[in-house]
């Protein structure tokens, strides 16, 4: 088993810094298809390999599970009591909430896409940007976010800590009762139970080939081919690598530039980082509409011709991104058992 991780690993590393290398390592700017093409094939092969089935995440503690599905549902999290995690990471909306941008306290609009919460334990860092790199980390960001939960620890804790059934609670479970860390820790527990294992492809890659339609499968066999996976590679078909959104050609160039687009130039201010996000994950995409970090793409088939175009450089025929659509809507797993009300 560690040489299959260690395989894993090395594919991973490898298949980005390649794409990555091709696509932003020549100092003229200028990018040669050809030399992305090939990067592209050689990471492809690298990424199918790396493909596995999706599993729950064991060991969890449950007790600190179901305090952390309490706390994601708790609007105290909030400045005016008025939003909770679960207001914009809605379970039945495949852990997103379907709007292009969300709307916190006061009706703030954010300046960004919703991502899935499902499954972003495997993540290989948190946001689109990568600015957290784990989800104890990550919880801090909507909390202090002024257009989320526009509040802070030194608000919330007191909060919390004046509800004597939910000291009790964490007293049992956290000997250092209720503090950021602790609820952090929770509410990063909760997160971790939340694997979408069960999906057609988990089943079609432990071996039931009946588990895809037809056409299901040709998507697959087109997604491999094209080169999808050299980017959306791993047991997520994604958040496993940084890429730049528009590789083959410039996504911006039509539309005014807002500062969320710069991606995780936004973190390290290298130029070479502009426009550059976490591949995210596909699964569950079919639940997930609108897509992209600026909510663009209204439907997954837009999603995915904007893709052909701007990532690989080539426009799709409708009987293909019909065919990848079959095959992205094969990666809907079943909803945790942790979101069920406490
Ligand atoms: C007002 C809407 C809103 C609320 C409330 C909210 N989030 Fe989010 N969440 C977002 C947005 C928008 C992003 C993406 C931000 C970015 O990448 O810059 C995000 C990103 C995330 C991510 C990273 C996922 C990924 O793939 O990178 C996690 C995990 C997450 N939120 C968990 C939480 C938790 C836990 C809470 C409650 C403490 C919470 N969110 C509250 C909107 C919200
Ligand atoms: C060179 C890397 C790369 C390749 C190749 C690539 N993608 Fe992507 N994909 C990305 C990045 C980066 C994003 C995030 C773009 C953004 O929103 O800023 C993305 C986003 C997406 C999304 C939207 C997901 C969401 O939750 O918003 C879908 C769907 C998608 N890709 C499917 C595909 C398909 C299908 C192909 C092949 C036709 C493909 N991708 C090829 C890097 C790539």
Not at 48 to 77: C, E, N
Not at 187 to 201: D, K, N, Q, Y
Not at 302 to 307: C, Y
Request: aromatic fraction near 10%; hydrophobic fraction near 40%.
């Amino acid at each position: 088993m560690p040489k299959t991780i260690a395989l894993y690993l090395a594919a991973i590393v490898l298949g980005s810094s390649l794409v990555w290398w091709v696509a932003n390592g020549r100092d003229d700017g200028q990018m040669a298809t050809e030399e992305v093409r090939f990067a592209l094939r050689q990471s492809a092969d690298i990424g199918f390999s790396a493909l596995r089935p999706l599993t729950r995440q064991d060991g969890l503690d449950t007790a600190q599970v179901a305090l952390g599905r309490q706390l994601f549902s708790d609007t105290r999290l909030s400045k005016d009591g008025s939003i909770a995690c679960v207001s914009c990471h809605r379970f039945e909306q495949g852990g997103a909430d379907g709007l292009p941008r969300s709307f916190g306290v006061g009706g703030a609009e954010g300046v960004i896409n919703t991502p899935s919460v499902f499954n972003s334990d495997l993540n290989f860092v948190q946001f689109w940007d990568g600015r957290a790199g784990s989800l104890e980390e990550q919880v801090a960001g909507p909390l202090h976010n002024p257009l989320e939960m526009a509040s802070s620890w030194a608000e919330v804790l007191p909060r919390l800590q004046a509800d004597a059934a939910l000291r009790d609670a964490f007293a049992s479970v956290y000997p250092a009762g209720i503090t950021a860390e602790t609820v952090a820790h929770a509410v990063a527990s909760f997160e971790r139970s939340l694997r979408t294992p069960g999906a057609p492809f988990d089943r079609y890659l432990a071996g039931d080939a009946s588990a895809l339609s037809p056409l299901a499968q040709e998507g697959y066999e087109k997604f491999r081919d094209f080169g999808c996976i050299s980017c959306h590679q791993g047991v997520l078909l994604g958040g496993n690598m940084f890429q730049k959104f528009g590789v083959m050609g410039d996504y911006f160039a039509s539309r005014k530039l807002q500062p969320a687009d710069l991606g995780r130039y936004n973190v390290t201010g290298r130029e070479e980082d502009k426009h550059v996000f976490k591949v995210p994950s596909l699964r569950n995409v079919a639940l997930t509409a609108p897509y992209f970090h600026d909510g663009s793409a209204a439907v997954l088939t837009e999603a995915i011709g904007v893709m052909g175009r701007f990532q690989l450089g080539r426009e799709l025929a409708s009987e293909d991104v019909g065919a990848i659509a079959a095959f992205l809507e094969s990666l809907t797993g079943r909803l945790p058992e942790s979101v069920e009300a406490p």
